[in-house]
Nanobody
Framework: QVQLVESGGGLVQPGGSLRLSCAASGSIFRLLAMGWYRQAPGKQRELVATITSLFDTNYADSLKGRFTISRDNAKNTVYLQMNSLKPEDTALYYC???????????WGQGTQVTVSS
């Protein structure tokens, strides 16, 4: 089973940028759909972006143009580039791996992003 470890979170001022990384273990990474989700205290976990095994991408409408998801199968890593960050982007960001049309679903432990002046 794949294991996921997120990194790259931290404190950033409004308007700043961060790049999150999610490193995956295992030999089936190339077959998995990957995604980033986020959850703020008291709120539901929400989709940020996904990228399939065929490199098709999908974004939350409100984040299009600011966030970019990518993957490097040679490094078993998925990235989330976040630009023009806003205080409302503050959340715990989770990496997710899934095999489509199955119940295979794995989550990382999350990395904290705080946007504040």
């Amino acid at each position: 089973q794949v294991q996921l470890v997120e990194s790259g979170g931290g404190l950033v001022q409004p308007g700043g940028s961060l790049r999150l990384s999610c490193a995956a273990s295992g030999s089936i990474f190339r077959l998995l759909a990957m995604g980033w989700y986020r959850q703020a205290p008291g709120k539901q976990r929400e989709l940020v972006a996904t990228i399939t095994s065929l490199f098709d991408t999908n974004y939350a409408d409100s984040l299009k143009g600011r966030f970019t998801i990518s993957r490097d199968n040679a490094k078993n890593t998925v990235y989330l580039q976040m630009n023009s960050l806003k205080p409302e982007d503050t959340a715990l960001y989770y990496c997710n791996a899934a095999l489509l049309s199955s119940n295979y679903n794995v989550w990382g432990q999350g990395t904290q992003v705080t946007v504040s002046s």
